[in-house]
Structure formats: C-alpha cells, structure tokens
C-alpha cells in the first residue's frame, strides 16, 4: 500500500530564503507526482508535474525534483516571499491507477 | 478556456440528513474524481468517474455515491450524514490517455454536519 509521507509538516521562514520541502512514498512504481498548493479553505493548484521518466521539473522560482529508487522528491522554493504563505502538498499516482495518493502537507509560513 | 466549478461553496447540514454537492468540470475533460480533505490531512480519493461509469473507489462506505453526466459534470451524494463526514470536498478533472496528465480542482465545498 502506497504511503507518502511530508517533512516537516509546519515550516516558518523569514522572507528572501530559500526552502526545500520534503516527501517521501513507500512503493516506488509511481506513474507522476505532481506539487500542489493549497491556500487556507481553498481548493489546490497544480504547481509541478514530473514524470516517471523524469527527474526534475522548473517554474518560475520553483523547482521540484524526483528521485524514484529512493522514493523522494523536494520541492524548492528559490527567495521565499510572504505571498507563498501556504499548504504544499505532495501526490503520487501510480501505474495504471485512476487516484492521487497525498501526503498531509506542509504548511508554510514566510515572515515579512 | 473554465477550470473546475463547485457548488454550492459552503453547506451545513444535520446528522442522518443527505447532501449533494455538484461539479462542472474544465472545458475536455471526460473525467471527474473526488476527495474529500479532512481537517489539517490531505485529500483522500472518493472515486472517479469516466464517461458516466464509476472507474475506481476508495475506502468510503455505500452511502457515499456520485453521477456523471453526457456534459462529464458529476455529483456527489452523501446519505445518512455523520459528524465525521464533516470536510472539504474537493472536485478533480482530467484528461486522461492524451498525454494531459495534470488533475484540475475545483475550489471545493465545505461541508458542516452538525
């Protein structure tokens, strides 16, 4: 049974540092992993896609990396900004499956 | 190009009543799948639905069914509501064997039992 696991699952930083969030899953024959960010009682937003085949993905200030053998992928924030603030989840979906497997999160604060 | 549209946004109902919560889904998407979020967890997958077929079920009693329609747009029926069924429902569309791999949400309903 695939478990994904997030690290740490609270986080608070001063503005202009840069970030890694952590997640962890237990059965490596992922289809993708996707980033997602969740704003308090908001729905999510798709911030990264990587592939199997894949070993890292960028936009913008972030960067989202998988390692599949190890069952990793961080997520890394470049010059966090208060506008960040938010839940980031992580998801697996595997091979031939129809669902996400989430992690719970990590709830990012960035301090002014 | 419209994303995923949930409604109604907030809801409060009582114990033992039912409830259904609605989703359109983005503009080619033939599938839908919901979640429901849980206060402080992650999602957890409901079921899917594909060309008005349930394709796929998590662990969630009977009493928790849906619908798709000839427009891909779903519903989601609870029956019989527990105090635990409170939670954000999250609505999911996707494209899938096209090469359009993302999940699209919605913004959810919040669901209140009391």
């Known amino acids: 049974k695939q478990e994904v696991t997030q690290i740490p699952a609270a986080l608070s930083v001063p503005e202009g540092e840069n970030l890694v969030l952590n997640c962890s899953f237990t059965d490596s024959a992922i289809y993708n992993l996707q980033w997602f960010r969740q704003d308090p009682g908001k729905g999510l937003t798709s911030l990264l896609l990587i592939q199997s085949s894949q070993r890292e993905q960028t936009s913008g200030r972030l960067n989202a990396s998988l390692d599949k053998s190890s069952g990793r992928s961080t997520l890394y924030i470049a010059a966090s900004q208060p506008g960040d603030s938010a839940t980031y989840l992580c998801?697996?979906?595997?091979?031939?499956?129809?669902?996400?497997?989430f992690g719970s999160g990590t709830r990012l604060l960035v301090r002014p | 190009e419209t994303g995923v549209t949930q409604s109604p946004t907030h809801l409060i109902k009582t114990r033992g009543q039912q409830v259904t919560l609605r989703c359109s889904s983005q503009?080619?998407?033939?599938?839908v799948s919901w979640y429901q979020q849980a206060l402080g967890q992650g999602p957890q997958f409901i079921f899917q639905y594909y060309r008005e077929e349930e394709n796929g079920r998590g662990n969630f009693p009977p009493r928790f069914s849906g619908l798709q329609f000839p427009n891909y747009s779903s519903e989601l029926n609870v029956n019989a509501l527990e105090l635990d069924d409170s939670a954000l429902y999250l609505c999911a569309s996707s494209l899938p064997g096209t090469g359009d791999y993302g999940y699209t949400f919605g913004s959810g309903t919040r669901l209140t039992v009391v």
């Open positions: 998801a697996v979906e595997m091979d031939s499956s129809y669902k996400l497997i």
């Open positions: 503009s080619g998407h033939n599938t």
